[in-house]
């Protein structure tokens, strides 16, 4: 079921909106494919805005186009450390943003709302890595997939010389993360 969208009033100088709020996602089919899109406007943004530092601590505060049109901005702290004797071993980047998609469109989604994004990596020279997310906001998706999501949800890639593993864990858009998102840990 789709609501439709209430017309802005406007009344002199005093613009008084009354815009229905979009409707939850209800399927996790919709859940993941929009969750994709979403997921890949954060990483264009953010290989975008991190080509801005290097080991060193540093505030963003920029905007990126995404892929079909629209943007997100990027607000929060960057922290990168590199060991330049050593550069295969104890290597980090740390972030913590606050991503707000204005009509960000990709993958035949729009996006628009706000995320918290946080990211902790780490590698060290045994061919070893850690990658850790955690997301948490609310986005409202249109196009291919329709609806309010409220996303608070944790991601976690562990990578040693021969393997590999992921998991989630939360939710998306009221749905198992691991679940929804097809990973098996």
């Known amino acids: 079921m789709r609501t439709s969208p209430m017309f802005c009033l406007c009344a002199g100088m005093l613009l008084l909106a009354a815009c229905d709020s979009a409707e939850a996602v209800n399927s996790e089919d919709d ?3 929009g969750w994709v899109a979403t997921q ?4 264009n943004g953010s290989n975008s805005v991190q080509t801005r530092a290097a080991d060193t601590t540093v505030n963003i505060d920029a905007s990126a186009d995404c892929l079909n049109g629209g943007s997100a901005h990027f607000k929060g702290t960057l922290e990168t450390t590199v060991d330049l004797e050593n550069p295969t ?3 980090s980047t740390n972030f913590d943003y606050t991503t707000t998609f204005s009509g960000c469109t990709t993958q035949g989604v729009t996006i628009d709302g706000a995320l918290d994004y946080q990211l902790m990596t ?3 020279g045994d061919g070893s890595a850690s990658v850790n997310y955690a997301y948490s906001g609310e986005v409202t998706w249109s196009g291919d997939v329709n609806g309010s999501c409220v ?3 944790t991601a976690s890639v562990e ?3 021969t393997s590999v593993s992921a998991t989630y864990s939360g939710t998306v858009c009221g749905f198992d993360a691991s679940a929804t998102l097809n990973v098996s840990g």
Do not use: F, H, Q, V
């Open 151 to 153: 996303i608070d949800m």
């Open 159 to 161: 990578t040693g010389p």
């Open 31 to 33: 859940a993941a494919k």
């Open 89 to 91: 071993a104890g290597n």
């Open 40 to 43: 890949s406007a954060l990483e």
């Open 122 to 124: 780490s590698t060290s």
